[in-house]
């Protein structure tokens, strides 16, 4: 075995033989090499001339010497990683390198870290400085040229831009990093744009990514959750019309959000769409039983929530929406007891606006007037007012009417006009009745005498009919 001038005594190193696939080690003897010392040998396994580079091991180039199928190697310490860019020795295998890194397989090599290193003073002859990122060129120029042509640049630079650098450089866009060759399927992202879903398609991940120039025309940043509009297009756009709208949005205001927020009244918090049912809301108010005490309901006036805030009287709290029952208070202000009804509790609750009217805060006691209205309207001051003595309660406003209130003790006149006018009829049986019958017969008694009888003033207690 031949080992080369330059190889002295005292030097280490090892001697390889070329098998396929694999690099051995045979022989280990001992000399000196020029400019090289402190060598020691390292084991490498394969034919790669990459390996060197993996074992963190620079080769003291001088001291390699090609022959036949035989590989002399003499490894120093020295460290790559330390100034991975120092060329000093030249290439590692300079026919080796000659012969392979030429156009069009110069990005072949020189991009894979071991060749790199190998075959350093080579590879910067082909190296392009002022373009770092594409140092080298295309890997496979001839493949990416047919590709490029084969398909729309986009597609096939999207998924070949590390192989094809040189080539799809000329099509990239710098400026927009996340889109450089933008859509990958200009055809498909158009149809996209155009189905049922418009551009809810760019909610989809891969969507997004493949049509990467046209779904950012769409984009509205300022719509957090609903980018892209609708998310069903066509769907929104065909049930948002007329009454539909509103159950559209409260059933799917996610997926419609662009078309329910562009539909949307802030005006009316928790009714934001309007009726769900505007038809059926509208019949239901104007139903000649129910009519705006359908609202006291809490699903019809979730149902018809625009329609119930339109009809919503605030200033009568508890009664915002009416009578409850505007049907029967109807038929209760007309029977015997009439507004006698609004004293009931319950009557007050179910006819609450009907009451409200009625009321009197300023007559206490009385506030809704009498409380037997068939009763009490045949009450009158020149016939029977002495029924208010027993019933002034029941029909307090009759005989608040026709009360005397300027005579405390005869406000009504006799307790018993029919008897008191039958049996004193003069002045002379007045004189003799009235000391006993002056309470009874107030009126009668004080039309006689204008002096006291039993503690009834004369004077004072004026006949009332």
Not at 395 to 411: G, L, S, W
Request: include cysteine.
């Amino acid at each position: 075995m031949w080992w080369g001038n330059n190889i002295s005594d005292n030097a280490r190193f090892i001697v390889f033989e070329m098998h396929p696939g694999y690099i051995l080690e045979t022989t280990l003897s001992y000399h000196s090499i020029h400019r090289c010392d402190n060598f020691k040998y390292r084991h490498i396994f394969n034919i790669d001339i990459e390996v060197i580079s993996k074992l963190a091991i620079k080769p003291c180039y001088n001291a390699i010497h090609f022959h036949s199928a035989v590989y002399l190697a003499a490894i120093s310490q020295y460290d790559v990683d330390n100034n991975p860019s120092d060329c000093f020795y030249g290439d590692a295998y300079p026919a080796f390198c000659q012969t392979n890194i030429q156009y069009p397989n110069v990005a072949l090599y020189c991009t894979q870290q071991g060749y790199f290193h190998s075959c350093c003073s080579t590879c910067k002859r082909y190296a392009n400085e002022s373009n770092p990122s594409c140092k080298y060129g295309d890997k496979k120029p001839d493949d990416c040229k047919k590709g490029v042509e084969a398909s729309s640049f986009s597609e096939y630079c999207s998924a070949h831009d590390a192989d094809c650098c040189d080539t799809c450089g000329r099509h990239k866009n710098a400026s927009n990093p996340n889109c450089p060759y933008g859509d990958k399927n200009s055809t498909r992202c158009k149809a996209l744009m155009t189905d049922t879903l418009g551009p809810g398609n760019c909610y989809n991940y891969q969507n997004s990514r493949d049509c990467c120039e046209t779904c950012p025309k769409y984009y509205n940043a300022s719509h957090s959750g609903c980018e892209y509009g609708d998310y069903w297009k066509d769907y929104c756009a065909t049930n948002s019309k007329g009454t539909q709208a509103a159950n559209l949005c409260v059933q799917h205001q996610q997926q419609c959000c662009g078309t329910c927020t562009r539909i949307k009244s802030q005006s009316f918090p928790g009714c934001e769409f309007g009726d769900r049912d505007p038809d059926y809301c509208d019949r239901l108010i104007h139903n000649s039983t129910l009519r705006e005490a359908s609202c006291y309901d809490i699903f019809e006036t979730s149902r018809c929530c625009l329609t119930c805030h339109n009809i919503e009287n605030k200033s009568m709290p508890g009664c915002e929406y009416g009578d409850r029952n505007p049907a029967k208070c109807k038929e209760w202000m007309k029977d015997d007891v009439g507004t006698g009804h609004c004293y009931q509790i319950v009557t007050q609750s179910e006819c609450c606006r009907t009451c409200g009217q009625l009321k009197n805060e300023s007559n206490a006691g009385c506030e809704y007037g009498n409380r037997y209205e068939s009763f009490c309207s045949s009450i009158n001051a020149t016939h029977n007012a002495f029924l208010c003595y027993q019933g002034e309660d029941q029909c307090c406003a009759i005989c608040r009417e026709i009360k005397n209130t300027t005579n405390p003790v005869c406000p009504y006149g006799d307790r018993d006009p029919v008897s008191c006018g039958f049996d004193i009829y003069n002045a002379a049986i007045a004189q003799r009745m009235c000391p006993t019958r002056g309470m009874e017969c107030c009126a009668t008694c004080a039309s006689y005498t204008s002096h006291t009888h039993a503690g009834v003033s004369a004077t004072a207690n004026q006949p009332v009919g």
